[in-house]
């Protein structure tokens, strides 16, 4: 069993930063990727970042490239997400996805990878952003 453990979650004004964190724990290797999903009311869940352990690349969602930030520690079993200039439109439920002993295609297909690629999610950590 793996569990993934988020913190850095809560509200903040337009303009603002936030920096999200994710671990995962128990008896695992490091994981293929981890990522960070959301999802607001209404919405389907999106991928916002994803970092590939093995070959380091990351990947952005259009809507945050150059406003937020996917890191990794050493280990490859934390991940971080720090939120820079954050919109209103941001204000969503994120999740932070991890693939251990599966095969993320995103990668290889050069797409972003879709949620069934990850295996392994957290319980989701609110992000409000107020006007």
């Known amino acids: 069993q793996v569990l993934l453990v988020e913190s850095g979650g809560g509200s903040v004004q337009a303009g603002g930063s936030l920096r999200l964190s994710c671990t995962a724990s128990g008896n695992t290797y490091s994981p293929n990727s981890m990522a960070w999903f959301r999802q607001a009311p209404g919405k389907e869940r999106e991928g916002v970042a994803a970092v590939f352990s093995g070959s380091g690349k990351t990947m952005y969602a259009d809507s945050v490239k150059g406003r937020f930030t996917i890191s990794q520690d050493n280990a490859g079993n934390t991940v971080y997400l720090q939120m820079n200039s954050l919109k209103p439109e941001d204000t969503a439920m994120y999740y932070c996805?991890?693939?251990?002993?599966?095969?993320?295609?995103?990668?290889?297909?050069?797409?972003?990878?879709?949620?069934?690629?990850?295996?392994?999610w957290g319980q989701g950590t609110q992000v409000t952003v107020s006007s």
């Open positions: 996805a991890a693939a251990l002993g599966i095969a993320v295609l995103g990668e290889l297909l050069g797409r972003f990878p879709e949620r069934h690629e990850y295996n392994f």
